[in-house]
């Protein structure tokens, strides 16, 4: 649970960072920021094409950028402060949530210092034989 890491990933993918935020929310405090605009990765049907080898859809550092797609969206900005008397390896969290999808598809996350750690983004893709994405 919470900050657990996921095995085989080095212990950088925690288990609550699994879609960019997966788990149990009750050891953060959340404040609703706001809303504002911003460029998100979105309609990625390039990147999803069964068809494209690995070799093409990865670069050694990054994922082929001729294969994203980035759009204008209006996403609701949510930060998370862990409580008093828990820990976790990002003790703070901003969460930017899609509004069309309700997504979160960009994630910052913040270690004991303040400084930003990581950056998490989620290609979202619409399914829409199942009605979501």
Do not use: C
């Amino acid at each position: 649970a919470y900050d657990a890491p996921v095995i085989g990933f080095e212990n950088q993918y925690p288990i609550d960072a699994t879609n960019l935020y997966f788990g149990n929310p009750d050891r953060f405090d959340w404040k609703l920021l706001g809303k504002k605009e911003m460029y998100i990765s979105y309609n990625n049907f390039k990147f999803n094409d069964g068809s494209i080898k690995p070799e093409d859809a990865f670069r050694e550092n990054s994922i082929n950028p001729a294969l994203e797609r980035y759009e204008l969206h209006r996403v609701w900005v949510v930060e998370g402060t862990v409580k008093q008397g828990f820990r976790h390896s990002a003790p703070k969290k901003v969460m930017y949530f899609d509004e069309d999808s309700w997504n979160v598809a960009v994630g910052d996350d913040y270690d004991a210092q303040g400084k930003i750690w990581k950056l998490k983004e989620n290609k979202i893709l619409p399914v829409w034989e199942l009605g979501g994405t």
